[in-house]
């Protein structure tokens, strides 16, 4: 895994659009996975003003979430594809009917999730996956205990993820019980992940997911399995990685690669 340190969440936010940009402009049909949260609110505003200030053209890309709440319809404040509207969808331009939420309204559980693993299935892949992370190590709405091997389906939300997802309610007991998430291994799926933390509220699953062993207790540390995944986290968030000196020894040779400075990684001296 990929560990790039940045010094503060508006730094993870130009970062992470980087990444997301240049596959855009590399790939302008392509497939982004991603996520809601507080977390990738920056990224987004870095994506809109990309769109405003340099064209960056979302005409081609379609567009999957992670989750969404059970019961909450598309024009509740809270629920995820309100969220996606208000702060990225409207603001850029992408095709409506490429933008897709699992339907939380939808009682038929197992057919509108499998309905959605087959839309994944038919865009041809996710190419990056957006991810933020749970207080508790969870991605999407995998809690811990989840599968490694899950798909899309129903979950029910744990107390501590009620308890931190509250701000965004009110109060607690108007937190949906359940909701319908990408499973692990439908994450895994996706051809390259980039994971976002920043907050010192972060740094103990950020160390479990990152440095520690891949558990279904821990569902972001199964992104240790993934063959290219890049975390891109804040000073606060990642403050109790114990190798932070080999990811910036690491970042250091990737710059120094990506820019030809062969000389400089002691390549043609002798
Ligand atoms: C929810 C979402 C996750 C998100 C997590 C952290 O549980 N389902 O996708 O990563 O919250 O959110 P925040 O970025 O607000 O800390």
């Known amino acids: 895994m990929r560990v790039i340190i940045e010094k503060n969440a508006d730094a993870v936010a130009v970062r992470a659009a980087c990444f997301v940009a240049e596959l855009i402009r590399r790939k302008p049909a392509c497939v982004l996975g991603l996520p809601t949260g507080g977390t990738p609110l920056g990224l987004y505003r870095q994506l809109?003003?990309?769109?405003?200030?340099?064209?960056?053209?979302?005409?081609?890309?379609?567009?999957?979430?992670?989750?969404?709440?059970?019961?909450?319809?598309?024009?509740?404040?809270?629920?995820?594809?309100?969220?996606?509207?208000?702060?990225?969808?409207?603001?850029?331009?992408?095709?409506?009917?490429?933008?897709?939420v699992p339907d939380g309204l939808s009682l038929d559980f197992e057919s509108s999730c499998e309905k959605y693993e087959q839309m994944i299935r038919a865009a041809g892949g996710i190419d990056l996956q957006v991810l933020g992370i749970g207080s508790d190590g969870h991605i999407a709405f995998n809690e811990p205990g989840s599968s490694l091997g899950s798909r899309t389906r129903v979950k029910s939300l744990t107390g501590e993820t009620i308890r931190d997802n509250a701000r965004f309610f009110g109060s607690e007991d108007q937190v949906p019980r359940l909701a319908i998430t990408m499973g692990v291994a439908t994450i895994l799926d996706s051809r390259r992940c980039l994971l976002l933390a920043t907050g010192p509220g972060k740094a103990s699953a950020v160390r479990s997911a990152i440095e520690g062993p891949v558990t279904a207790q821990v569902t972001a540390s199964a992104l240790q399995l993934h063959r290219d995944v890049i975390a891109v986290l804040d000073e606060d968030a990642g403050g109790w990685l114990t190798r932070r000196e080999c990811y910036a020894e690491f970042e250091r040779a990737q710059r120094l690669l990506e820019t030809g400075q062969w000389r400089e990684l002691g390549i043609g001296k002798q």
């Open 48 to 100: 809109i003003r990309l769109h405003r200030e340099e064209g960056l053209d979302f005409s081609q890309v379609t567009t999957f979430n992670l989750d969404e709440y059970v019961g909450l319809e598309a024009t509740h404040p809270q629920s995820y594809r309100y969220f996606m509207q208000e702060n990225l969808f409207r603001h850029v331009n992408l095709d409506p009917a490429k933008t897709h």
